[in-house]
């Protein structure tokens, strides 16, 4: 082994020692281990806290976010339907017409050859009289049992 002097004339490192040095005299306090989960929970919680001014202001541009933003708060089956409904992408005639599922985007269920989306949905006759999100629902098992 050979010494070799790390400090020797160059512009900052004897702070950079001195500081080190008054560092190692500090008593560590112990600290438990700490289970990857909470680590990860603790800085996705930050992440949020920090950047969620930043993402609302981004998402407030978004068409459609003042009724997706009232979808956190219902049961999961509404809140899904809400959103799929809200966003288009929804598994209805005209999606599954647009991504290259269907041939054509209209009503397999009923007469009125329209196409399928919300709008139709409100108004289709073959589905039941129920809520929005419910019709949503049965329009689906309906559609994959033809």
Not at 41 to 56: D, I, N, T, W
Not at 62 to 74: A, G
Not at 89 to 118: F, Q
Request: proline share 4%; hydrophobic share 30%; aromatic share 6%.
């Amino acid at each position: 082994m050979q010494w070799v002097p790390g400090h020797c004339q160059i512009t900052g490192n004897e702070q950079t020692d001195l500081l080190a040095k008054k560092g190692a005299k500090i008593t560590q306090t112990y600290i438990r281990e700490t289970a990857y989960h909470s680590i990860k929970l603790h800085l996705k919680q930050v992440f949020r806290s920090a950047y969620r001014h930043e993402l609302e202001t981004r998402l407030s541009h978004k068409p459609r976010m003042e009724e997706i933003s009232k979808v956190t708060d219902w049961p999961r089956r509404r809140a899904v339907a809400e959103f799929r409904l809200c966003v288009g992408h929804d598994c209805l005639g005209t999606h599954l017409h647009r991504t290259g599922i269907h041939p054509d985007p209209y009503c397999t269920l009923c007469n009125l050859h329209e196409p399928m989306d919300r709008n139709h949905l409100r108004h289709c006759t073959a589905l039941s009289n129920k809520t929005e999100h419910e019709r949503y629902w049965e329009v689906r098992t309906k559609m994959m049992e033809n």
